[in-house]
């Protein structure tokens, strides 16, 4: 590890807030991927129900008006979108990859009180991993992405555990995203590496367009790849390890 810090979504250094978190759960049906915490970000408050400063609704501002990395917020296919953000957070880390190392992977699950009120429209909030410098496969130096190239959003194909929904409602209780909201499984996204080099990765969030219906995102279990070959960027649903 060079170097780690909370910043906005444009890279400029911040601290840590009510927007940033680390978790030993996501209420009850959600567990740790590796290790005995996780990270949190948010638009609003990375926060449980139980947990001090809680929000206690679906908006709650922090960061305000941010500016954007260059080419987001990125529209999905059919669904335009505004252009400007709000509450941006972010953690960023420079990194020295192993000399044996092919690449890395790390796990993620994103929650939105946008959906499904707000499904294709312009309000999306977005989540981002932004790699420098870019590996083949990302877009505008992202990598978490579904397999049609649209970004972490309601709109993302592996939006899935909801009412109704495939994986059903379990892993929204207990989180604040309980009524009328929704969110992807975990995920696994991957990405290749040179040994040796220096990597920066800038994990962020924001609510695109507004201040309102916040949204969550969970990282863990960053690992490196060093046997088997070497990756390609992708994104794919796995396991809950509970």
Do not use: H
């Not at 970004?151 to 009412?163: E, L």
């Amino acid at each position: 590890m060079i170097a780690a810090g909370y910043v906005r979504a444009d890279g400029v250094p911040t601290s840590a807030s009510l927007a940033t978190g680390i978790l030993d759960n996501f209420g009850p049906n959600v567990a740790v991927q590796g290790g005995e915490r996780m990270l949190a970000l948010s638009s609003g408050y990375a926060r449980r129900p139980t947990d001090p400063n809680y929000c206690g609704g679906i908006s709650c501002s922090v960061a305000g008006i941010g500016t954007p990395p260059p080419g987001f917020p990125q529209d999905t296919a059919g669904c335009s979108g505004l252009t400007n953000i709000n509450d941006d957070a972010a953690l960023q880390v420079a990194i020295r990859t192993p000399k044996n190392a092919t690449g890395y992977s790390f796990n993620f699950k994103f929650y939105s009180q946008e959906y499904p009120e707000w499904v294709c429209t312009s309000f999306n909030d977005q989540f981002i991993s932004l790699v420098a410098p870019p590996p083949m496969g990302s877009i505008n130096g992202n990598i978490s992405f579904d397999s049609a190239n649209n970004p972490v959003s309601v709109n993302v194909a592996f939006f899935d555990v909801c009412p109704g929904c495939p994986a059903g409602e379990a892993e929204l209780l207990g989180t604040g995203f309980d009524y009328d909201a929704g969110a992807t499984s975990w995920l696994k996204t991957t990405a290749p590496v040179t040994g040796g080099d220096e990597v920066t990765i800038r994990w962020a969030i924001w609510d695109t367009g507004d201040t309102g219906w916040d949204s969550t995102v969970l990282v863990d279990n960053f690992q490196w790849v060093a046997t088997g070959g070497t990756p390609s960027v992708g994104t794919e649903p796995i396991p809950d390890p509970k």
